[in-house]
């Protein structure tokens, strides 16, 4: 897949599943504006990283997405920096657990904002670009959560059920103008943070961390493997490809065999 000359806008990027898609993206030879938070010199090794492995043009924008304005900002950068957006990627997410009778009403309204308002802020600010030049994937990393429910995450599940409804209305509306928009939807994934729950499980527990990452993916995946950030960004990328050129409106699962049960 070659990606060269075209811009990639990859939201929630500085760690994790976000930054597996941007490499995977700068690797296919997109520009990359990346978007998160973490600590300014974090953030810089990776640009600088991206940058020097794959000869591309890699900028940062710190904007906060938990507002429409901040998300409108964000686009508005990286047009300033590129030029355009041909790529939009909406990753960006926060979790927090509990159940529904004592989810503080603060944690609601964060992820809403977060993992679902963003995306429709993202798309409405980006896709007229993409319309006028007559190209441009939106991307937006649901869940198996997206698909079924797991108990004491409400506001996460209902996000990402949202996401995929507004992944089908997108698809609808943009069927005929060389943008398609879909969604991944991943079961577990083997991202840094996950790594230190399982180690902390595994000292906790006195067990080995292989022991931890079969009991934890077992609790859902009939395959009883991880996926890793670097094969979500590979699934991101087909989906620029000529190959998926009629796939719109789509959640595609990467989860084990997670929701065929």
Same mark, same amino acid.
């Given at each position: 897949?070659?990606?060269?000359?075209?811009?990639?806008?990859?939201?929630?990027?500085?760690?994790?599943?976000?930054?597996?898609?941007?490499?995977?993206?700068?690797?296919?030879?997109?520009?990359?504006?990346?978007?998160?938070?973490?600590?300014?010199?974090?953030?810089?090794?990776?640009?600088?990283?991206?940058?020097?492995?794959?000869?591309?043009?890699?900028?940062?924008?710190?904007?906060?997405?938990?507002?429409?304005?901040?998300?409108?900002?964000?686009?508005?950068?990286?047009?300033?920096?590129?030029?355009?957006?041909?790529?939009?990627?909406?990753?960006?997410?926060?979790?927090?657990?509990?159940?529904?009778?004592?989810?503080?009403?603060?944690?609601?309204?964060?992820?809403?904002?977060?993992?679902?308002?963003?995306?429709?802020?993202?798309?409405?600010?980006?896709?007229?670009?993409?319309?006028?030049?007559?190209?441009?994937?939106?991307?937006?990393?649901?869940?198996?959560?997206?698909?079924?429910?797991?108990?004491?995450? #409400?506001?996460?599940?209902?996000?990402?059920?949202?996401?995929?409804?507004?992944?089908?209305?997108?698809?609808?509306?943009?069927?005929?103008?060389?943008?398609?928009?879909?969604?991944?939807?991943?079961?577990?994934?083997?991202?840094?943070?996950?790594?230190?729950?399982?180690?902390?499980?595994?000292?906790?527990?006195?067990? #080995?961390?292989?022991?931890?990452?079969?009991?934890?993916?077992?609790?859902?995946?009939?395959?009883?493997?991880?996926?890793?950030?670097?094969?979500?960004?590979?699934?991101?990328?087909?989906?620029?490809?000529?190959?998926?050129?009629?796939?719109?409106?789509?959640?595609?699962?990467?989860?084990?065999?997670?929701?065929?049960?």
């Amino acid at each position: 897949m070659n990606l060269a000359g075209k811009v990639a806008l990859v939201t929630g990027s500085t760690s994790g599943i976000g930054l597996g898609i941007a490499r995977a993206m700068a690797e296919a030879g997109a520009g990359i504006m990346l978007n998160g938070f973490g600590k300014p010199e974090d953030i810089e090794k990776e640009r600088a990283g991206i940058e020097a492995d794959f000869g591309v043009k890699v900028a940062y924008s710190g904007a906060d997405l938990s507002t429409g304005s901040g998300v409108r900002q964000m686009v508005a950068e990286a047009e300033a920096a590129f030029g355009r957006v041909d790529i939009l990627v909406n990753n960006a997410g926060i979790q927090f657990v509990a159940d529904i009778v004592d989810f503080p009403e603060d944690k609601w309204d964060a992820i809403i904002a977060i993992n679902l308002s963003s995306a429709f802020h993202g798309i409405k600010a980006a896709a007229p670009g993409m319309k006028a030049r007559g190209w441009g994937r939106i991307i937006n990393i649901a869940s198996a959560h997206g698909l079924v429910a797991s108990g004491q995450k #409400s506001a996460y599940v209902a996000a990402k059920h949202g996401i995929l409804g507004l992944t089908k209305v997108a698809g609808i509306e943009l069927a005929n103008t060389g943008v398609t928009c879909n969604a991944i939807c991943p079961g577990w994934v083997l991202t840094p943070l996950v790594e230190k729950q399982l180690q902390d499980r595994a000292a906790k527990n006195g067990t #080995s961390f292989e022991e931890e990452k079969d009991a934890l993916v077992s609790e859902k995946q009939p395959m009883k493997q991880f996926s890793t950030p670097a094969q979500i960004g590979a699934l991101a990328v087909f989906l620029c490809s000529d190959g998926a050129m009629t796939i719109t409106g789509a959640p595609l699962s990467i989860d084990g065999g997670w929701v065929a049960q």
